[in-house]
């Protein structure tokens, strides 16, 4: 780990602990969020060249608090809360899960919650949310702004669902943390295949949320699901995207994947029925299991796609399901399932991708052909588009297959 | 902190349609759970639920410069604002939880009413 990222894990981890002991204290979500967004810029300025201070929580709250003095010094109303403010030793550590949901609220916008969530909870600053969502600066600042006066205009409260309403609040949270792990593993923006640092983010949102809230299923299937798919890096990139069928399975990080196995075991055994985290990252435990491509159990991977089709039914799913049934029962089944999703899936690249597969495996390679095309002209990831460009220049039978990219069903 | 919002009631087309399609017994039991409603959060509502006319009843007065013209309603929408009704709650999840037992239209924006 170099300077930087270490730099970035310090932030990450003290930016959220103060700024959830800062909203506490202070009752006023913005005004502690300014304090500690303050803070970090002059840290992530000033910690390269000066070092790594001895102990960076403190050092973070001195400069939020020095920070806050100067502000607070025209609103006389802040200074009685100000004296106050004394450094948190061991913040309460729910104030972190009160802020993730607090950010996460169904009643900002998607984008918004992302935004937030990034900003406050791990720390990044504006520049670098920006850059890592492919988004101008001045709209994700505008996103925070707008969100953060609707937390305080509506009435949006700082703290962690009743338990009734914690269920689907924490599908609002676990939505939020999925897309990130979605666009880092694979970004939809031509600018580059893959963004580790969100990828990054939301492994350690998830873990976070793990230590929060340890037995919260699908929490933990999460966790599980993206490090099983972090522990196929290596191999995956090399710098192309090497599909999962080609891929060198001695790079894979087998420590991780055998925890985070475990971790899903464990989880099963403590609950009866999975949610769909839980099942894709079963689904995802599978091909991480299995020896080479050729020993994959696709048997078990068709039923766990039919327990997700029944939990959370999308097209989507249905095509990663056709390729596994393609194993199965050979790729005229796999294709006959595929063929009913064309009115959906249409403008999808990975259905004409698929689509293409099994055409070529059926021996159809005009037609293969054709829809490799279209599936060329349809998707914006540079390593898929290298991918599919290799496969039309190539027209050779039995090309790689395009693996079921489960994990993003988008 | 307490909030207040005012709680907009919107009907959709084919809300209203249904609606007219029932019988008078089954209108008189959708009113009794609405009443019901309201005596169930009686304590958080500071005014009386007001229910509107129809958008076609509206008469809009728009103040462009020197002329002031009249006419219909102001957004010939498939969603119109049918009723109101003002609350006192802790927040917005408050708010939300009240609204998610409401027993008719089928829409409600909740917005924080601003201090003045």
């Not at chain 2, 005596?39 to 809009?60: F, M, P, V, W």
Request: glycine content about 4%; charged content about 25%.
């Amino acid at each position: 780990m170099d300077a930087g990222d270490e730099l970035a894990r310090v932030v990450r981890d003290h930016a959220g602990r103060l700024a959830g002991g800062l909203v506490s204290l202070l009752g006023d979500f913005a005004a502690a969020e300014d304090l500690v967004q303050d803070a970090v810029e002059v840290a992530l300025r000033r910690w390269p060249v000066e070092g790594i201070p001895e102990r960076p929580d403190a050092w973070l709250f001195t400069v939020a608090k020095r920070r806050g003095l100067d502000v607070l010094r025209r609103q006389e109303n802040y200074r009685a809360k100000l004296a106050l403010l004394q450094e948190p030793e061991h913040p309460p550590p729910d104030d972190r899960l009160r802020l993730i949901f607090t950010c996460c609220h169904p009643a900002l916008a998607r984008e918004a919650q992302v935004a937030l969530t990034l900003r406050v909870v791990c720390g990044l600053t504006t520049a670098q949310i920006a850059a890592a969502l492919l988004a101008s600066e001045s709209a994700v600042a505008q996103r925070i702004t707008r969100a953060k006066r609707k937390i305080t205009d509506a009435g949006i409260p700082y703290r962690i669902p009743r338990d009734d309403e914690l269920p689907e609040r924490l599908t609002e949270v676990l939505t939020v943390i999925y897309l990130l792990f979605n666009e880092g593993y694979l970004s939809s923006t031509a600018e580059r295949a893959h963004s580790r640092d969100l990828v990054d983010d939301a492994e350690w949102l998830t873990a976070l949320l793990h230590g929060l809230l340890p037995n919260e299923p699908e929490v933990a299937g999460l966790l599980a699901l993206i490090r099983l798919h972090r522990a196929r890096t290596a191999a995956r990139f090399r710098p192309g995207l090497v599909l999962l069928a080609d891929q060198d399975r001695t790079l894979w990080d087998h420590a991780a994947i055998t925890e985070a196995t475990a971790l899903l075991t464990r989880t099963a055994r403590r609950h009866r029925a999975p949610g769909p985290y839980q099942l894709q990252a079963a689904i995802a435990a599978c091909h991480s299991e299995a020896g080479s491509w050729d020993e994959t159990d696709w048997p078990q991977i068709l039923v766990l796609y039919d327990m997700l089709l029944t939990l959370q039914p999308s097209p989507v799913t249905c095509l990663h399901r056709s390729i596994a049934l393609s194993y199965v029962r050979g790729p005229a089944a796999g294709l006959a399932e595929l063929e009913a999703l064309a009115g959906e899936l249409n403008t999808y690249p990975l259905f004409h991708a698929t689509r293409a597969q099994f055409l070529r495996e059926l021996d159809r390679p005009a037609e293969a052909h054709a829809a490799d095309e279209r599936a060329a002209e349809l998707t914006t990831n540079p390593a898929q588009l290298d991918l599919l460009h290799e496969r039309l220049a190539t027209q050779q039978l039995g090309t790689p297959q395009l693996e079921t990219l489960q994990g993003e069903p988008r | 902190m307490r909030v207040k919002y005012v709680l907009m009631f919107v009907e959709t087309e084919e809300f209203a349609k249904d609606f007219a399609a029932l019988e008078p017994a089954e209108k008189e039991a959708a009113y009794r759970r609405v009443y019901q409603w309201f005596e169930d959060h009686a304590d958080k509502i500071t005014n009386r639920g007001s229910k509107l006319q129809g958008a076609e009843t509206a008469t809009t007065v728009r103040l462009d410069g020197s002329v002031m013209t009249t006419d219909g309603p102001f957004i010939e929408g498939k969603e119109v604002v049918s009723g109101f009704t003002e609350i006192d709650v802790e927040d917005l999840d408050e708010a939300l939880r009240m609204v998610k037992t409401w027993p008719a239209c089928p829409v409600i924006e909740i917005r924080p009413v601003a201090e003045m």
